[in-house]
């Protein structure tokens, strides 16, 4: 997002809602609503503060006004743009060019699903399209099973390979006290799990879990006085290609290519210089995808670079250090979460799957198959 | 507007025929049908009719919970322009990115419109 500038805005609060399967009758305004809540005890701010609201849900119309009602702030900047999982690191770009121009102090971006308690067909809306609906494709992994495909296809990309996508997620979710899944998985549990959408089985494919959570933004000044170490946010950049998969132009190039190279730009930071990697990972073909268009390997290495356990615990390239969608928590529109994760990295929070010394982050959103790309790269206060 | 690009679409399917729309200003195909070229923003678009002939771009193969397993595909038409389809008459796992194929017209009955499908076009150019 050129015109913004480097540390402009820092990340100061980060926290989850109530995630996994939530009590009885909660919604998803009450997880955003808890989400903010331990977001700014986890800064120091309070509910008075907050001028600047940002959120997306899937089973909210008008989830701003909702969520402005039920918190009980009339907030001077609002953003409810949504663009499926990655709306959360657009919100950043946008929360950044608000707080820089003075719309707003204090910025909170969130989020809630109860996409689990209510089934999936209840959370969201289902799209009639005459040129797909007739083939009854899964959605979305029928989708990003036609870029896997293709992946495999142009490049010897293999079934194994895919596998270790799940594994790594899975070693790296017994990490985390907050995972849903709590068993090891191997590469042939995943290949030979239940087949949904050739070649996906129900283990490439993630979780289905409520959740949310928030996190809040303000100024650089106003970050270094807050309780916890402030998270910058160094870069962002953002992409859309298509809406349908039908319309993508090469399924084997994302545009995470395009809003990678925006974000290093601002940054002023290439992929070697990154610490840890927080990709969305709604399938397994979306790691190999994004670490190829994100810079971390060539195109069409991706399958070989996962291989061998080199983004697990202990291996090369730390790469989704919470378990990801795959094996933490995905309750629809996960980028949210993968903000957190990247945060909290940088803080070093994270117990038993923290990354050493961390200090440089990357967070990098997906939406629709494959449609909206947006990644932020954060620091800490040593990368100012 | 008297037609939408929808029912001139559906017409030509209801008479058996694969149509798309030209972009002059583009020099190119545009699919699925619309009322402005996604490559020009020209509101110029002629109708034309297939040959019916492609290449499986992409495949997959859904698993219903009930029901046989069936093929996902996406076609690239000779004529330079991409659809999902299914391509039938053969084992959903047979069908491979490359084979060249031939559009077929559906008509699921009901109240349900005509779709394109496609079948292997063995020999075909």
């Not at chain 1, 926290?15 to 305004?29: K, R």
């Not at chain 2, 694969?18 to 002629?46: D, H, I, K, M, N």
Request: hydrophobic share 40%; aromatic share 8%; glycine share 12%.
């Amino acid at each position: 997002m050129s015109g913004l500038k480097r540390a402009g805005a820092a990340i100061v609060g980060a926290a989850e809602s109530d995630l996994g399967l939530v009590a009885d009758g909660l919604n998803p305004i009450d997880l955003m609503a808890q989400g903010i809540t331990r977001a700014l005890d986890d800064c120091g701010l309070a509910l008075k503060d907050v001028d600047g609201l940002l959120c997306a849900a899937t089973q909210s119309r008008t989830s701003g006004l909702s969520l402005s009602e039920y918190l009980g702030i009339s907030p001077s900047f609002i953003d409810t743009t949504i663009l499926g999982g990655s709306s959360f690191m657009f919100h950043v770009g946008h929360a950044l060019a608000a707080i820089e121009l003075g719309m707003c102090e204090v910025a909170v971006i969130a989020y809630g699903s109860t996409q689990r308690s209510v089934g999936r067909r209840q959370a969201s809306v289902r799209e009639i399209n005459p040129f797909e609906t007739p083939y009854r494709p899964f959605l979305p992994s029928t989708a990003y099973a036609l870029a896997a495909s293709r992946h495999m296809h142009e490049f010897g990309t293999t079934r194994e390979q895919l596998a270790e996508v799940a594994v790594a997620a899975r070693q790296w979710a017994l990490l985390n006290p907050a995972a849903w899944e709590k068993k090891p998985l191997t590469v042939p549990e995943v290949i030979g799990a239940r087949m949904v959408s050739y070649p996906f089985t129900v283990r490439d494919i993630c979780l289905v879990t409520d959740g949310g959570g928030a996190i809040v933004l303000t100024a650089p000044e106003r970050a270094r006085s807050l309780k916890k170490p402030p998270v910058y946010v160094l870069g962002c950049g953002s992409a859309i290609t298509h809406a349908n998969i039908s319309s993508m132009p090469d399924l084997t190039v994302t545009g995470a290519l395009a809003s990678g190279r925006q974000a290093y730009a601002m940054a002023g930071l290439a992929a070697k210089d990154i610490d840890v990697v927080e990709l969305y990972d709604a399938f397994t073909i979306n790691p190999i995808l994004f670490l190829e268009d994100l810079g971390f390997c060539p195109k069409g290495e991706g399958g070989r670079f996962v291989s061998g356990g080199h983004i697990a615990p202990g291996g090369g390239l730390p790469v989704n250090t919470n378990g990801g969608g795959l094996s933490y928590c995905h309750p629809g529109m996960y980028g949210l979460l993968v903000l957190i994760e990247a945060v909290r990295q940088l803080r070093g929070e994270c117990g038993a799957r923290q990354v050493a010394g961390a200090e440089t982050a990357i967070a990098h959103g997906n939406g629709g198959v494959l449609s909206s790309q947006s990644t932020v790269i954060l620091g800490t206060q040593a990368t100012v | 507007m008297d037609q939408s690009p929808l029912a001139i679409y559906q017409a030509h399917l209801d008479k058996g025929e694969l149509a798309y729309q030209w972009s002059p200003a583009a020099g190119r195909a545009v699919f699925y049908p619309r009322v402005v070229c996604p490559y020009s923003g020209s509101t110029a678009l002629e109708w034309r009719v297939a040959s019916g002939f492609g290449t499986v771009y992409a495949t997959t193969v859904t698993h219903p919970a009930e029901g046989e397993p069936y093929n996902v595909a996406l076609i690239d038409l000779d004529e330079g322009f991409r659809l999902m389809s299914r391509v039938e008459d053969i084992d959903p796992m047979a069908v491979k990115i490359g084979l060249r194929v031939r559009f077929r017209i559906h008509k699921p009955g009901g109240d349900e419109p005509a779709y394109p499908v496609f079948v292997a076009a063995e020999g075909a150019p």
